[in-house]
């Protein structure tokens, strides 16, 4: 199983601007220290070997996207930020013909605009010889759609889109057979409902879930998460705040922290959290930092002889084998 990341941000996309981009080239050139270079390749060494991820890269500003690749014919992605336009067309690079009817399995947590805002973009849409198949909690997935195209918001109404388009409900407590996965849903904390999805083949399994608000102080409503996130090889997860901010001045604005994040993935036996729909007010810097600090938070609070988790911080374009 193979994930990839095509969007990781919250709320909104968002980028480094020139200035934070120019801070990264003087950072670089400084740590340098006036020494040369005898070709590409000594340069390309240096800058992965020398420089931290927030300097030599980025963690994006796609807004939520991410495809869970089993090997199957059918794609298989959660959420249609604006990271869906790139996996649209990375999607047609790979099967290398537009001729050919592709399935496109797109599972939604929810219907905010950040993650829907992607689809009027997503190239494979406008192939009639393709099938787009929405799988969600909600009932109205289709009229969302539809009023996201209309007229002043914007000129290509859905209608002019012409794969064959399948919508299918999906309700919490149950199961389902889907492009190869056996997929479980949940309801989650967030407002207007959200749903965390886990995905099962071949023994690995892959928990999507964001855009969710939990309290470890009412264990009673949080072991139904313990329960499905038991055991998994990833959960990808909400840490849009620190611990702070979500039990403060936004608590019950409907997201998570990196601290909740760990605990509830330790109770579970998680192998490994992935950091995910990241604060858009955050540079790369920030996020970073946040990540140093929740790996260090692990390793604090990790019970005696129990397996570590391993902590990942999603950016743009980032390949995970499980």
């Known amino acids: 199983m193979k994930i990839r990341i095509w969007g990781c941000r919250g709320s909104l996309p968002t980028a480094p601007n020139a200035r934070e981009v120019r801070g990264k080239v003087v950072q670089a050139l400084a740590m340098a220290g006036g020494r040369t270079f005898e070709s590409p390749a000594a340069i390309e060494q240096f800058v992965d070997a020398e420089l931290e991820f927030p300097l030599r890269g980025t963690y994006g500003g796609e807004s939520s996207c991410v495809e869970i690749d089993g090997g199957g014919e059918e794609f298989v992605v959660c959420d249609m930020g604006s990271g869906l336009r790139e996996f649209g067309l990375d999607s047609i690079r790979r099967t290398g013909s537009e001729g050919d009817g592709r399935v496109y399995n797109i599972f939604l947590s929810h219907l905010h605009w950040d993650h829907i805002m992607g689809f009027p973009f997503f190239t494979p849409a406008f192939n009639p010889a393709n099938t787009i198949r929405f799988h969600g909690g909600h009932e109205s997935i289709e009229a969302v759609l539809r009023r996201q195209q209309e007229d002043p918001c914007f000129p290509v109404p859905l209608d002019w889109m012409q794969a064959k388009f399948e919508f299918n409900r999906v309700r919490p407590g149950e199961s389902y057979e889907i492009a190869g996965f056996r997929v479980s849903v949940v309801e989650q904390h967030h407002h207007g409902l959200s749903y965390g999805y886990r995905f099962e083949e071949a023994g690995r399994s892959v928990v999507y879930s964001t855009d969710s608000e939990h309290n470890l102080e009412q264990m009673d409503q949080e072991q139904r998460f313990v329960d499905f996130f038991a055991n998994a090889d990833?959960?990808?997860?909400?840490?849009?705040?620190?611990?702070?901010?979500?039990?403060?001045?936004?608590?019950?604005?409907?997201?998570?922290?990196?601290?909740?994040?760990?605990?509830?993935?330790?109770?579970?036996?998680?192998?490994?959290?992935?950091?995910?729909?990241?604060?858009?007010?955050?540079?790369?810097?920030?996020?970073?930092?946040?990540?140093?600090?929740?790996?260090?938070?692990?390793e604090l609070v990790r019970r005696e002889g129990a397996e570590p988790l391993q902590v990942l911080c999603a950016y743009d374009g980032m390949e995970i084998e499980i």
């Open 234 to 298: 990833m959960v990808i997860f909400d840490t849009m705040y620190s611990l702070g901010d979500a039990i403060t001045i936004k608590q019950d604005w409907g997201h998570s922290s990196n601290i909740v994040a760990v605990d509830l993935c330790q109770l579970a036996g998680v192998r490994r959290l992935c950091m995910f729909h990241h604060e858009p007010i955050h540079n790369d810097r920030m996020i970073h930092d946040v990540f140093l600090e929740t790996v260090r938070y692990e």
